[in-house]
């Protein structure tokens, strides 16, 4: 199983950030996440390691404007980021502006192919029906956006829903690269994500999940 760490605490200092990153290089991850105005502070080191270094675009809430989400890919690209996770321009969505979304889809891809970067999307299952989440679904695989989120994570996101929301999504879209994100703390969080074959990749905000499901791992291997 690939796992990923995501950074994202907004009242971090750039001292706790490149600290928690440290930390976190002890547990291996393939990929690590981060706010985009700490790509320059920690991008470099995690290059080095030969780990994937990403940020997340408007983060948490996906409200800004098309052009400032625009400039925020571009910025990203331009500071090194292997890969960069959106989130879905949930204004446009929730008005059923699809159009809009398609467009903005096309120029990221645009920008992103151009720079050999990865182009992922963060959906909000918490915040979408389910119809919603299809549609936006259908969309990005139309687009050839195969790697989502099914969460942002900011909100309360508890891993069994977390799983069942991406279960459906892949029941629709087999072809659809699901990174499965929802919070787990116990043993049996953990043994729920690794009990489960269709989940090839798991994403947490939280080191001490990292350092749990890492720890698991090594041990059934």
Known sequence: MRIEYGYYDIASNEKEVKENIEHSLDFAPSAISVLPQYLRLVGKSLLEENVSVGTIID???GLSSSRSREDSVTDAIDKGANYIEVVCPNFNLCNRKYEKFRIEIDKFTELCSSANVELRYVLDYKIYNLNLLQKVSQILVS???????????FLMDAISDNILVGMLIIKKNPEMNIIFNGQAWTDEHIDLILSNSSI?????????????IVNKIKEIL
């Open 200 to 212: 090839k990749t798991y994403k947490t905000n939280n080191i001490h999940t990292l350092e749990k």
């Open 59 to 61: 983060y948490p809430f």
């Open 143 to 153: 687009k050839k956006i195969f790697t989502i989120c099914p969460s942002v994570g």
